[in-house]
């Protein structure tokens, strides 16, 4: 079984930064790889970014790229999600989820966290 934690979640004008976390356990991560999804409100949940954990190769949604940045700390579990330049419309609720291998879609993910609001505010 494999727990997620996100944090660093919260309220950033237009134009900002924010740094997510997912703190993860219960299992070694050296062949999984951890993707960051968002919702919305009244909209399905949308991939962001993803990384193998491995090796470090990075996917991300054409709607951030450039802005975000995937990233993920082996000795510590975690992975992390910048978010610079965020524009209103990067408000959601963010999730963590890994699984054995990449994927940009909901269900190719076992394990998910609780979500961290994200507002950007104009």
């Known amino acids: 079984q494999v727990q997620l934690v996100e944090s660093g979640g919260g309220l950033v004008q237009a134009g900002g930064s924010l740094r997510l976390s997912c703190a993860a356990s219960?299992?070694?991560?050296?062949?999984?790889?951890m993707g960051w999804f968002r919702q919305a409100p009244g909209k399905e949940r949308e991939f962001v970014a993803a990384?193998?954990?491995?090796?470090?190769?990075?996917y991300y949604a054409d709607s951030v790229k450039g802005r975000f940045t995937i990233s993920r700390d082996n000795a510590k579990n975690t992975g992390y999600l910048q978010m610079n330049s965020l524009k209103p419309e990067d408000t959601a609720v963010y999730y963590c989820?890994?699984?054995?291998?990449?994927?940009?879609?909901?269900?190719?993910?076992?394990?998910w966290g609780q979500g961290t609001q994200v507002t950007v505010s104009s």
């Open positions: 219960g299992r070694t991560f050296s062949s999984y790889a």
């Open positions: 990384i193998r954990w491995s090796v470090g190769y990075t």
């Open positions: 989820a890994v699984d054995h291998a990449v994927a940009n879609t909901v269900q190719g993910y076992r394990y």
